[in-house]
Nanobody, 118 residues
Framework: QVQVVESGGGLVQPGGSLRLTCASPRAITSVYNQYTIAWYRQTPGNQRAFIASITARRDTNYADFVKGRFTISRDNSNKKTYLYMNNLESEDTAIYYC?????????WGQGTQVTVSS
C-alpha cells in the first residue's frame, strides 16, 4: 500500500505562493516508485478536479488552468511529491488532495485546505 498524507496548506494572499507536500512515509520505496502521484482539488458542490501528475520517471502532466503557475516535482528516495503553487488567485481556494495510483490500486489522502484571500 501507498498511504499518502498531504500538508502545506493554509491562508495566503492573492499573488502569493505555497508548497504542498504529499508524503508516503510508510511505503516501501520500491513500491512507491511504481505509483503515479497526482494532485486534485475540490470546492464545495463540485467534483475533484485534476491539477497535475508525475510518474516515477518524472513525466509530468498538467491541467490547462494551472500551466505556468503550478509545478509538480517528486523525490523518490524520500517518498514525497510536491506541488509548488505561484501567483495564487482567489479561485484557487479549495481542498487539495493527493492521489497515488497504479493499475488496480488508488489511494487518496485526507486533503489540505488552501485559502487565497486578502
Amino acid at each position: 500500500q501507498v498511504q499518502v498524507v498531504e500538508s502545506g496548506g493554509g491562508l495566503v494572499q492573492p499573488g502569493g505562493s505555497l508548497r504542498l507536500t504529499c508524503a508516503s512515509p510508510r511505503a516501501i520505496t520500491s513500491v512507491y516508485n511504481q505509483y503515479t502521484i497526482a494532485w486534485y482539488r475540490q470546492t464545495p458542490g463540485n467534483q475533484r478536479a485534476f491539477i497535475a501528475s508525475i510518474t516515477a520517471r518524472r513525466d509530468t502532466n498538467y491541467a490547462d488552468f494551472v500551466k505556468g503557475r503550478f509545478t509538480i516535482s517528486r523525490d523518490n528516495s524520500n517518498k514525497k511529491t510536491y506541488l509548488y503553487m505561484n501567483n495564487l488567485e482567489s479561485e484557487d481556494t479549495a481542498i487539495y488532495y493527493c492521489n497515488a495510483a497504479r493499475e488496480g490500486a488508488s489511494y487518496w489522502g485526507q486533503g489540505t485546505q488552501v485559502t487565497v484571500s486578502s
